[in-house]
């Protein structure tokens, strides 16, 4: 029997993320040895200099419900932050701090766009871009890339992609799922295009920025004249191993922010008060507290593409930044192994999980449907361990 659900939560797809994750749970919980690659997730512990500053926090008695926008000495560290790593000149009546990068992002979408708005989305692109662009009820419009080119587009497919109907694109670098980062000569490349095109906003999330091997991130805002039409987002999830506090925040021109406090303060309210005055510690602490963690991925991932390279039929390059490696593995197409044919990324994935006890996502969510993103945010053992199987049962 089918209930009666609304249009928009039927057309709204499961976050294939998140879904991946509950599957995983569901078959450890059956009493499965599963290796989980699938969730962009640090395995470390929030540092102790962060979880002393929310005990702190707890015994002060920070109980309260906090201003929507966040604690003025939290948007003013966030300030701090953004001249310090970014060179961004932001107040802190230009920010907001949200439950999580995921509702920054869809607060944006949410007071820019209108129905029938197109966004343009450079693919791959994160799972819930898509989303949060459908549940705003504007349509999105991708963006191919390949991994020969690492995954970058280039100005005349930016070009080539703008509608009168565009109103935003969103730029993830470093990116997930791939892992590319975009130089400033690339992003200013990009930004030479949209300056034609004066209505078009741009939201760049800057999530990953911390987590940069080889190559330091470039913020779209320090863009001279992209700063008025960028709104910058950011979080501690990810470099600050702190997913579940859920912090995120952005900067913005001071209009766009307002109209994100107003939305927020219909749906959520401020977030966790303990969680942002931890965040007061952890986004002034000095990037040096967190580097043993980036220097472990950047071990990772050198051993993780080692490890594929081995494997025939995965096409992988080297991602700069974030802790993702995303093969090409549509050599697979059409094959059957074991008995099962795999005619998409979809039923490789599926197929890992099964028979490799690996979880994988595969790239149809993230828009490359040829690809599946390997987390490698897990221990070195367990990456050497997964390969091994995927190896065995593809042998
Ligand atoms: N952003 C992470 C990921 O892509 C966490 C899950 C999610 O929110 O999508 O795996």
Not at 162 to 188: C, D, H, L, W
Not at 217 to 226: G, T, W
Not at 259 to 268: E, I, L, N, S
Not at 292 to 316: A, C, H, P, Q, S
């Amino acid at each position: 029997m089918s209930h009666p659900l609304s249009d928009r939560i039927n057309s709204l797809p499961v976050s294939q993320t998140l879904a991946m994750a509950a599957k995983t749970r569901e078959l450890r919980a059956e009493g499965k040895d599963i290796i989980g690659l699938s969730l962009g997730e640090p395995d470390f512990n929030t540092p102790d200099f962060i979880k002393d500053a929310a005990i702190e926090a707890i015994n002060q008695n920070y109980n309260s419900y906090s201003p929507v926008d966040g604690y003025v000495e939290l948007k003013e560290a966030i300030c701090v932050k953004f001249k310090r790593d970014n060179d961004l000149d932001y107040k802190p009546n230009q920010i907001v701090v949200s439950t999580g990068a995921k509702q920054s992002i869809a607060n944006v979408a949410q007071v820019l766009l209108n129905p029938g708005d197109e966004v343009l989305l450079p693919a791959p692109y994160w799972v819930s871009y898509s989303a949060i662009a459908i549940l705003s009820e504007a349509t999105y419009v991708e963006i191919p890339s390949a991994i020969e080119n690492d995954f970058k587009i280039t100005p005349e497919q930016l070009e080539a992609a703008i509608t009168p109907k565009t109103k935003m694109i969103f730029f993830n670098s470093p990116n997930n799922p791939s892992g590319t980062i975009y130089s400033e000569a690339e992003y200013r490349a990009l930004a030479k295009v949209l300056e034609k095109y004066p209505r078009i906003f741009i939201l760049s999330d800057e999530i990953y920025e911390h987590i940069n091997y080889d190559c330091k991130p470039f913020s779209f805002a320090a863009i001279e004249n992209m700063y008025d039409r960028t709104i910058t987002v950011n979080g501690l999830a990810k470099a600050f191993a702190m997913t579940g506090w859920r912090i995120g925040y952005l900067g913005a021109p001071e209009w766009i922010a307002k109209a994100c406090t107003k939305m927020q303060g219909q749906v959520t309210s401020g977030t966790n008060c303990i969680a942002q005055r931890a965040a007061i510690t952890a986004v002034l602490a000095p990037v040096e507290k967190i580097q043993f963690m980036v220097n472990e991925f950047k071990t990772r991932r050198d051993v993780i593409i080692g490890l594929l390279r081995e494997i025939d039929g995965f096409k992988v390059n080297v991602p700069e930044g974030a802790f993702y490696v995303f093969p090409d593995i549509s050599a697979f197409f059409g094959q059957t192994i074991n008995g099962i044919t795999i005619n998409n990324a979809g039923d490789f994935s599926l197929f890992l999980l099964e028979n490799a006890n690996v979880a994988t996502v595969a790239g149809d969510g993230f828009g490359t449907p040829n690809c599946i993103r390997i987390s490698y945010a897990a221990s070195e053992s367990q990456i050497r361990e997964a390969i091994k199987r995927i190896k065995k049962a593809l042998r």
